[in-house]
DNA sequence: TGCCAATACTCTCCAATGGAAAGTAGGCAC
DNA sequence: GTGCCTACTTTCCATTGGAGAGTATTGGCA
């Protein structure tokens, strides 16, 4: 386990090290997050039902993480020129990647809920 | 809200839903996924060597992320009652198991990282 | 003709968050 | 006493995020 840190990586590069330290602060975000759920488990979607899917997004914060994972190759970004305005939202084979990653969060979510309420309910009381 | 009959959706429980949504929402965080990391790659350290190990955070932050992270039951919080004081962070069970979750995202983070720039140049570019 | 509905933003205002740096506590060598 | 060491804590200010109104477009309706 763990071999992303490394006994045995004698000369860890640093540039990269950097790198990836960047692209997960950029990634390790809530609603980057919660929209690439919301689009693995949907599908394709436009712009209004995300918004009523994630749960607590403003429009803004939207436009701006769709347009953030669509510069970072997460998300595909279709047009369709119609009128009322048409815009399809999918994840790119990047983003169900990524989405498949953190699958492992999300189980891990499930099944330590009990756990992390228990403990803040313990800390709560001891402090 | 919608329909979750069809889909073969193995939770759902909305309430769980929502608990987990905001589990995930707490725990994706830039700098709680960052103290993770460094907790997890160099095992129980200090206030101040933390503060260094972790690229670009506050004093403040790091306070504030190692206490919500205490309360989460991620780590343990040891004080030695000498002078000058002495703190230890070290992982706890259940932060161990969360690091491992998100051990699949720093893979993705290193072997994607190529395929995320290419697209941000091209979007840069593109537009 | 002129007004409205529908959609995906975009803008504005204001509160909350985050960073930098100085301050705090309290024994101990001097 | 004075300064030092460490782990915070506080203060000030720039940036971010949320709520809600505004914008652009055009087919349909009165």
């Known amino acids: 386990m763990q071999n992303y840190s490394a006994a045995a990586d004698p000369a860890p590069d640093p540039r990269v090290e950097m790198l990836v330290n960047d692209l997960i602060g950029r990634v390790a975000d809530k609603w980057t997050l919660l929209v690439l759920e919301e689009l693995e488990e949907h599908g394709t979607c436009r712009f209004t039902r995300l918004a009523q899917l994630v749960p607590g997004i403003s429009q803004k914060m939207l436009t701006q993480t769709l347009r ?6 997460l998300v595909r970004r279709t047009v369709y020129p119609v009128v009322p305005p048409k815009v399809e939202y999918a994840l790119t084979d990047l983003g169900h990647s990524l989405g498949e990653a953190f699958c492992g969060v999300w189980h891990w ?5 009990a756990a992390v309420e228990a403990a803040r309910s313990a800390f709560d009381a001891g402090t």
Not at 68 to 73: P, Q
């Open 68 to 73: 953030a994972m669509e510069r970072d190759g």
């Open 109 to 113: 979510a499930e099944a330590h809920l």
